[in-house]
Nanobody, 124 residues
Framework: QVQLVESGGGLVQAGGSLRLSCAASGGSPFSIETMGWYRQAPGKQRELVATITSGGTTNYADSVKGRFTISRDNAKKTVYLQLNSLKPEDTAVYCC?????????????????WGQGTQVTVSS
């Protein structure tokens, strides 16, 4: 299985910045196709924030375009989310997601893993 561990959340004032990181690891060899960030605010459904493919194609939610930037380091199997011009409505638990292929010996299978999440709180 592929595990994801996020870091970088915290409390920041409106207009401030944070940088989230998510590192992938596993006991068997694996590749990563898409990595992404999702968020869930209290009382709301989880929503997509941004995704990035292995080729570097990015996709953003309209609410974060121009303020957030997703990037990845394929060698480190890590995805980053730079959050700028933060607003109180950005307050949520931010979760990392990754999917791809894992293999060992004669078998291989796809996976879709999620991290535990990191809290981002923006005060007004």
């Amino acid at each position: 299985q592929v595990q994801l561990v996020e870091s970088g959340g915290g409390l920041v004032q409106a207009g401030g910045s944070l940088r989230l990181s998510c590192a992938a690891s596993g006991g068997s060899p694996f590749s990563i196709e898409t990595m992404g960030w999702y968020r869930q605010a209290p009382g709301k459904q989880r929503e997509l924030v941004a995704t990035i493919t292995s080729g570097g194609t990015t996709n953003y939610a309209d609410s974060v375009k121009g303020r957030f930037t997703i990037s990845r380091d394929n060698a480190k199997k890590t995805v980053y989310l730079q959050l700028n011009s933060l607003k109180p409505e950005d307050t949520a638990v931010y979760c990392c997601q990754a999917d791809g292929l894992v293999w060992s010996g004669s078998w291989s299978r796809t996976y879709n893993s999620w991290g535990q999440g990191t809290q981002v709180t923006v005060s007004s």
